[in-house]
């Protein structure tokens, strides 16, 4: 296995330490970012999930333990944290709500223009960003920020952030909000730049299907600690530990999991819809199912 | 601590449900009560009435089950400023009149003169500074935000029938109250996503247009924040029935009870005390006193 | 006079990024010059608020940056100048002017055909000429100069303000180009104001020059402030386009 991207060992961070409003984020994390692979970040509400994402670029610096970034501790307060945002670029939740420039180019170009790169070689970044995110520069660089849709101008946040050219890119929440083509759609997009050269993503959701569709490992937060990890066929077959944490499963997992239940099929450790289609025909073909009561899954 | 942290210092002060007997005032009093309080003390500041309104302060915060350190760590903003104060009133108080005037020399050392009564006067400010941080305190820890809007809506109602648009002010404070803390957040998250773009707001460096520019990524969004709030709730509002003030009645509706007559009384019999008490020129009654302590006792 | 529900929804929004710009101890409402000095850009949501919803809103948004200003003087003050604005006819009556001045100048730069407000203008300035001939060319205040320097000022003020609102009235102004003068007023109104109330009311009273130079060194630059982002932020709401057309970053 070559080596990590980003290493965490031990991380620890309170927030607002030595005063009575102190609260634990972090108790010790340790996981690593591996080129190539996508890294999905799942716990519930207050487990340490945006604390630890903010860790990654230099937001955030440890109180113990190590984050390091390649060769680059971010421990140490002396660390160049723009070479940090050169590795790693961080997107936030909503970040459509994030652009100020009064057109989208200039708004893409921001990051690139403060890593202080000459204008030639941002307005090539720019251009390369913005065809990535589907949002081709000749025809929406010049329009007005505003004046694009909810969905164009997430795009076209992320299109900043992948201008910095990183070679991790962490996300938060990327698709709360958004309509399901528009899911689909940034779901496709990430998996495009995600193959191309040793890159990785770092991807913090609740939204378990799409976890368990793009990710190659998972890394289950509860109350500052690491509770599970594996990769995303282990760790969403542990159905049992999953609910225990207050975390619901994938919708395909329930559907199994049910049926499993009602002893109608053996378990497995199918993840995608995929994968569940041919066990779900195969129950089609029975023709001695009867009246068989089946628990329902409530949709979600 | 986190630099990131802008909403510390919004929560001025806590409230601290403690069932005491001022918690269960009406709104209006509780507002009425320290409002004319606070007032007295900046307008009428004398050295004794200082003292009073100190142990009334007090007297009050220990009934609504204040804890001390809760108060004293209110005034803490205030110590560079007492040191301010205090340099200013050295230097700029005429403290040479003042001791021919018959005045206590407290320090004659060269050209630099401190005098009593100069001292007198600044202690008075100082004092009536930190009556009102303690009676800022005490109204936050027995109203919440709910009790604050009901009080002021309540209070103004009656300017209604006079064209003073009260319901309207008052829907105004509400929406802006709920709004501060909404908008605190998106400005801590702007911090943190256009830092992690590289953005450098602090950094003096470059003529004043530069410097501006570098504040857009923060303020543009932060006021289109805002407006597109604003238009969100707009449209609940309406789409919920909202046609303006006429007409429309609380849920919650306040009635004063006999403890706020008792309150009111008090207040009353405490505003009086205030009038009266003024023991001729505040700065030799102070130094009696201490003469006083001194050699006799 | 109607209020509507965005009016109070949006003076309720103003006024709570007053609360946050000013809140310490970040005080992102101040931009650090040179040598400590800092200018504000805290009245700026008065100036949106007036240009957006109207005189109204802009004087309520102006009546808690006051509050504000005082509030803070007393809780988190920061130097010698904030025992100045613990008074509120320095802290708080100045600023009830910034949203209406922004708004008649907004109004003024974007009205089609204002002849009205132009003929009142045109009075204006006729009678502030008048005022300054009577004062020193005739008998009628009988030579006393107090009086003469007292009405030459006041005409010169009026005469010029009504100067520059016929100029804006009728010359045709951008949108950009209405909100851009809209903020340099707002915040004008506020510099001068501020510091005519400190000159008159501060105890222990201030010197003119340095309330003169307090002025320029920091309203020359905050009027720079005001402009670039009041300017930013409207047009982004309302998509209007400022300056050339285009990125700068694809178009160089």
């Known amino acids: 296995m070559s080596a990590p991207l980003i290493a965490v060992r031990g991380l620890e961070y309170t927030y607002r330490p030595g005063t009575p409003f102190a609260t634990a984020a972090l108790r010790g994390i340790s996981f690593a970012v591996y080129p190539g692979e996508v890294v999905g970040i799942i716990g519930p509400t207050g487990s340490g999930k945006s604390t630890l994402l903010q860790h990654l670029d230099g937001l955030l610096r440890p109180q113990a333990g190590t984050v390091r970034v390649g060769d680059l501790d971010l421990a140490d307060r002396a660390t160049d944290l723009r070479a940090v945002r050169t590795r790693v670029a961080l997107l936030f939740q909503n970040p459509e709500d994030q652009l100020f420039e009064q057109y989208v180019a200039d708004d893409v170009a921001y990051g690139p223009l403060q890593l202080g790169l000459p204008r030639d070689e941002v307005r090539a970044r720019v251009r390369r960003a913005m065809a990535a995110v589907g949002l081709p520069a000749e025809v929406y660089g010049d329009r007005l920020t505003q004046g694009l849709s909810g969905g164009e101008r997430r795009r076209a946040a992320l299109a900043g952030v992948l201008a910095l050219e990183p070679q991790v890119l962490v996300l938060d929440e990327p698709t709360v909000g958004l309509d399901p083509r528009g899911r689909h759609e940034l779901i496709a997009l990430l998996q495009d730049w995600r193959c191309q050269a040793d890159r990785a993503i770092v991807w913090a959701s609740h939204a378990m299907d799409e976890v368990a569709l793009l990710a190659d490992r998972v890394v289950v937060l509860d109350e500052g600690r690491v509770a599970l990890e594996g990769t995303a066929r282990e760790v969403f077959g542990r159905d049992a530990a999953l609910a225990a944490l207050g975390l619901e499963a994938p919708a395909v997992r329930q559907v199994l999991g049910a049926l499993v239940q009602a002893g109608l099929l053996p378990p497995s450790d199918a993840l995608t819809v995929e994968e569940a289609v041919p066990l779900l025909e195969s129950l089609v073909g029975q023709s001695d199912l009867g009246e068989t009561a089946v628990p329902t899954v409530s949709a979600s | 601590m986190s630099e990131f942290d802008v909403l510390r210092f919004l929560a001025i002060g806590q409230y601290l449900p403690s069932g005491s007997v001022l918690h269960r005032l009406d709104p209006r009093v509780k507002l009425t009560g320290i409002a004319l309080f606070a007032l007295a003390l900046m307008l009428l500041a004398s050295p004794t009435r200082a003292l009073l309104g100190l142990v009334l302060a007090l007297a009050l915060l220990a009934a609504a089950r204040v804890p001390l350190g809760h108060a004293l760590r209110g005034l803490r903003p205030l110590l560079p400023l007492f040191v301010i104060a205090l340099v200013l009133q050295v230097l700029f108080y005429p403290h040479r009149e003042a001791v021919a005037a018959g005045s206590l020399a407290v320090l004659a050392w060269g050209p630099l003169v401190v005098s009593g009564a ?64 909404l908008l605190g957040q998106e400005l801590e998250r702007l911090l943190k996503a256009q830092a992690a773009r590289g953005g450098d707001f602090g950094r003096r460096q470059g003529g004043i247009v530069q410097r501006v520019r570098r504040t857009l990524p923060l303020l543009v969004p932060l006021f289109l924040a805002a407006l597109r709030r604003s238009e969100e709730l707009v449209e609940a509002m309406e789409s919920r029935g909202y046609t303006g003030g006429k007409g429309r009645t609380n849920l919650v509706r306040l009635q004063l009870r006999p403890a706020d007559a008792v309150a009111l009384f008090l207040v009353g019999c405490a505003g009086l005390l205030f009038l009266v008490v003024d023991f001729g020129p505040a700065e030799e009654s102070v130094a009696d006193w201490l003469r006083g302590l001194l050699t006799g006792a | 006079m109607k209020i509507t529900t965005r009016q109070i929804v949006v003076t309720a929004a103003m ?233 700068h970053i694809l178009n160089d």
Request: net charge neutral.
């Open chain 2, 118 to 181: 100069g001292l007198v006067g600044l202690g008075t400010m100082l004092l009536a500074m930190v009556d009102v941080v303690f009676l800022l305190t005490l109204l936050t820890a027995i109203a919440d935000v709910s009790d604050i809007t009901h009080g002021i809506e309540g209070l103004l109602r009656p300017l209604q029938r006079l064209g003073f648009p009260a319901h309207e002010l008052s829907l105004m404070l509400v929406v802006a109250l709920r709004f501060v803390p």
């Open chain 3, 15 to 247: 006024v709570a990024i007053v609360i946050v710009l000013s809140a310490p101890p970040l005080r992102l409402g101040y931009i650090p010059f040179f040598l400590g000095v800092a200018i504000t850009v805290i009245h700026i949501p008065v100036i949106i608020g007036a240009i957006m919803e109207g005189p109204l809103v802009g004087l309520i948004v102006g009546l808690c940056f006051g509050l504000s200003s005082l509030m803070w003087a007393y809780l988190a003050p920061t130097g010698p100048i904030d025992l100045y604005f613990r008074n509120p006819l320095i802290a708080v009556l100045p600023r009830l002017f910034i949203g209406l001045v922004a708004y008649l100048v907004y109004r003024l730069a974007r009205a089609d055909k204002p002849w009205k407000t132009v003929l009142v203008l045109g009075i204006i300035l006729c009678l502030a000429v008048a005022a300054i001939v009577a004062a020193y060319a005739t008998p009628i205040l009988g030579g006393d100069a107090g009086l003469q320097l007292l009405v030459l000022i006041a005409s010169l003020v009026l005469g010029g303000l009504a100067v520059v609102g016929l100029v804006l009235a009728v010359v045709r102004s951008s949108a950009a180009g209405a909100i851009g003068a809209a903020a340099a007023a707002g915040t004008l109104t506020n510099t001068v104001l501020v510091l005519t109330a400190l000159g008159l009311l501060g105890d222990p009273p201030l010197p003119a020059a340095a309330l003169v130079a307090a002025g320029l060194a920091n309203g020359i630059p905050e009027i720079v402030a005001a402009v670039i982002i009041t300017v930013a932020v409207v047009a982004a709401w309302k998509q209007i386009e400022v300056g050339r057309k285009g990125s």
